[in-house]
Each structure stands twice: as structure tokens, then as C-alpha cells.
Antibody, heavy 119, light 105 residues
Framework: EVQLLESGGGLVQPGGSLRLSCAGSGFSFNNFAVAWVRQAPGKGLEWVSTISGRVNDTYYADSVKGRFAVSRDNSKNMVHLEMNSLRVEDTAIYYC????????????WGQGTLVTVSS | EIVLTQSPGTLSLSPGERATLSCRASQRLDSSYLAWYQHKLGQPPKLLIYATSSRATGTPDRFSGSGSETDFTLTIASLEPEDFAVYYCQQYGRTFGQGTKVEVK
């Protein structure tokens, strides 16, 4: 069974940093891209970032470019999202999801982890 | 950057009725890269349709997708109680539309 499990969410002050992790199992992890998608309270879905399976190509939404960095460790079936210079508007549930390649829609999703940026 | 605009914002229908949701792209889109998701409160999004018209595994056949270039449609032939949710289109695995809420009339 395909599973994705996010961790690392929590409360952080504006300007602070947080590192989210996504653990994958039940599939050939290094053969799939992983995307991060978030949903702010009362808002719709927003794509954040995607990392390819093997060659580590990375892509970012303009709203997080230069502040967030995505990486992966295929030996541990893990993807990480390093979030710096956090803003109140980054408050959201963050989902990780697997996709066949970077330009295709994610087909399996984790349950999400809540990030709250507040003073 | 391609912008996706969904309409209507809210669709109020009764079970058994047909739902037609629209997704319009700001520029021509390769139909291979347009997808639809269903999202319910407290759950992760669920992929329904990919490549404009292909059903994802487990998607009931009352859901169908169509369209080309800049205009795409998700149709739910006859609404079941579990279909009331928010629906999003997405392009190239990246930007989403703002969503259409299908609610009980």
C-alpha cells in the first residue's frame, strides 16, 4: 500500500524556520517525483514545490522561491522541505504527494501537517 | 504563467442531478496535463481525472472530463451524497484553479 507521511509541522514565529519531512513507503520511491501542496485556512489548494525522482530537479511557486528549499534522500525514502523567513501567510496545512514525473498530477497524498506562523 | 479560472464558485444541486464544472486556462494547455481533484474537509485531495479525460484508479464512471486548448469541463452525471465537496483543476502538476464547491441544495 502506498503511504506518505508528513511530519515537522508546528508553531513558529514570523521570520523563523521550519523543516517538514515526508516519508514514503509502498512504492519505488526514487522513481517518483514528490510535490508539496498547501491549503491556508479558508483558502484553496496552492502548489508549493516539486522535486524529481532521481536527478533532483526542483521547482518552486513564486510565493516561496528563495525562502523554501526542497531536497530528498532516496536512501531513506524521505523528502524534506526547508522553510525559511516564514510569514504569517505561510500558515497552512502542508501535504506531500507523489507523482509519476514533475509535470504530472500527484496521485497519492499524505494526510498533511499543520504549520502555523504567528507571534 | 498559466492561470486557471474555475466557474461557478459554488454549485447548489440535489442528489441525482447533473453537475457541470468549468476550468478555463489563460493560454492554450496541452490536454495531457490537465487534472481534476476532489477535496473534502479533513481529508487530503483525491485525484479524479488526469490528462483531461482519463479516470484515476477508483474514480466512478459517473465522473467524466472533457475539453481542449483553454476550456475544460468536469461532469458528474448523477450526484451521489458522497460527491458534495470542493473540486479543483490543476495544470502540469502545478497551479490549481480556485475551486468549485458543490453543495446540497
Amino acid at each position: 500500500e502506498v503511504q506518505l507521511l508528513e511530519s515537522g509541522g508546528g508553531l513558529v514565529q514570523p521570520g523563523g524556520s521550519l523543516r517538514l519531512s515526508c516519508a514514503g513507503s509502498g512504492f519505488s520511491f526514487n522513481n517518483f517525483a514528490v510535490a508539496w501542496v498547501r491549503q491556508a485556512p479558508g483558502k484553496g489548494l496552492e502548489w508549493v514545490s516539486t522535486i524529481s525522482g532521481r536527478v533532483n530537479d526542483t521547482y518552486y511557486a513564486d510565493s516561496v522561491k528563495g525562502r523554501f528549499a526542497v531536497s530528498r534522500d532516496n536512501s531513506k525514502n524521505m523528502v524534506h522541505l526547508e522553510m525559511n523567513s516564514l510569514r504569517v501567510e505561510d500558515t497552512a496545512i502542508y501535504y506531500c504527494a507523489k507523482a509519476r514525473v514533475t509535470a504530472t498530477p500527484p496521485d497519492s497524498w499524505g494526510q498533511g501537517t499543520l504549520v502555523t506562523v504567528s507571534s | 504563467e498559466i492561470v486557471l479560472t474555475q466557474s461557478p464558485g459554488t454549485l447548489s444541486l440535489s442528489p441525482g442531478e447533473r453537475a457541470t464544472l468549468s476550468c478555463r486556462a489563460s493560454q492554450r494547455l496541452d490536454s495531457s496535463y490537465l487534472a481534476w481533484y476532489q477535496h473534502k474537509l479533513g481529508q487530503p485531495p483525491k485525484l479524479l481525472i488526469y490528462a483531461t479525460s482519463s479516470r484515476a484508479t477508483g474514480t466512478p464512471d459517473r465522473f467524466s472530463g472533457s475539453g481542449s486548448e483553454t476550456d475544460f469541463t468536469l461532469t458528474i452525471a448523477s450526484l451521489e451524497p458522497e460527491d458534495f465537496a470542493v473540486y479543483y483543476c490543476q495544470q502540469y502538476g502545478r497551479t490549481f484553479g480556485q475551486g468549485t464547491k458543490v453543495e446540497v441544495k
